[in-house]
């Protein structure tokens, strides 16, 4: 058995919190009143993101795939996963929510879906009304930003960590759009491993679901495989493996000052450090996930 297999068995993990059945549930309620839905995945882990049972509960209503944090990926890995959601028949909308480009676009792009059955009910005689958008994705993958760009100011929380929004939420936006927000809602079962623990590098379930240290050995050990001159620039290291693991973890303690009184390194601080150069963007265009590694 290889290092790798030993350090992440396979094996599916049972984590499905009451409050994300009871979202799907709402969301199931109300999608009679839905016109569009922005199905919103992180541009790093465009495949591990998407949420796998959304079809079960959107009803076939017409879907755009906002993809976001783009200033953050690899835009060549990337770029693969929208090449292929698009020959799917998706539409994909890619976005750089810290530099607000382009949003006015979504807007237009969201109007031309809705255009034929605006004229239908302007020719029945029905008033015209906004357009109403389901905004939903797993945890932490830019929900909250992307409204709160569109609004032009925060009417919503935003966090690096899941479950900042808890409730189904309408929200205007000018004088075309209706959102309705969502909190973050995964699937029963994270049975790929990869998935999960892209999910938990990338913060979009919470740290005490895997082992920490499994999770940064996760992270370095996938900078190493995709990304070596990143893992060597941020922390000193050019190689990872499980025999290693602890010795990197000292020359990353020892770069990064997570130092307790006798000199020693304080792995939990370093743990810490890997995770935070993650979830607040130090370390820029990544991407976790690989097309040709992955079943659709």
């Known amino acids: 058995m290889s290092n790798e297999e030993k350090s992440f068995p396979k094996t599916s993990i049972n984590w499905y919190p009451g409050h994300m059945a009871k979202t799907k549930r709402l969301i199931m309620e109300n999608m009679n009143f839905i016109d569009v839905v922005y199905e919103v995945v992180d541009a790093r882990m ?11 509960y959107i009803k076939g209503k017409p879907r755009i795939i906002v993809m976001t ?9 990337t770029s693969k996963f929208i090449s292929y959601y698009e020959e799917m028949g998706y539409k994909v909308f890619p976005v750089d929510l810290e530099k607000k480009k382009n949003l006015n676009d979504l807007i237009e792009l969201t109007e031309q879906f809705m255009q034929t059955k ?7 005689g029905m008033n015209k009304r906004k357009i109403r958008v389901l905004v939903v994705g797993a945890p932490n993958v830019g929900k909250s930003t992307l409204i709160n760009r569109l609004v032009g100011k925060k009417v919503v929380g935003v966090g690096n960590k ?5 409730d189904l939420n309408w929200i205007r936006i000018g004088e075309t759009l209706e959102l309705l ?3 973050g809602i995964l699937w029963p079962k994270l049975e790929e491993k990869e998935v999960a623990y892209n999910l938990a590098s990338l913060t979009s379930i919470k740290e005490e679901i895997l082992p920490i240290n499994r999770v940064v050995y ?22 990872i493996t499980e025999d290693t693991y602890e010795e990197a973890l000292e020359v990353i303690g020892k770069k990064r000052g997570c130092i307790v ?6 792995y939990d601080k370093v743990y810490a450090v890997v995770m935070n150069d993650i979830k607040s963007g130090n370390i820029e265009e990544i991407t976790f996930d690989r ?3 992955v079943v659709f």
Request: hydrophobic share 25%; with cysteine.
């Open 118 to 124: 605006m004229i239908e009910r302007m020719n029945k």
């Open 162 to 166: 899941p479950g900042v929004t808890k």
């Open 69 to 77: 944090k783009m200033d953050l990926c690899d835009k060549k890995e």
């Open 291 to 293: 097309i040709e590694n």
């Open 218 to 239: 996760y992270i370095l050990s996938t900078l190493k495989k995709y990304y070596p001159e990143k893992l060597e620039s941020r922390y000193g290291i050019r190689s």
């Open 261 to 266: 009184r006798g000199g020693c390194v304080d």
């Open 46 to 56: 465009p495949y591990s993101s998407k949420v796998r049972d959304i079809d079960n």
């Open 181 to 183: 927000d969502s909190p």
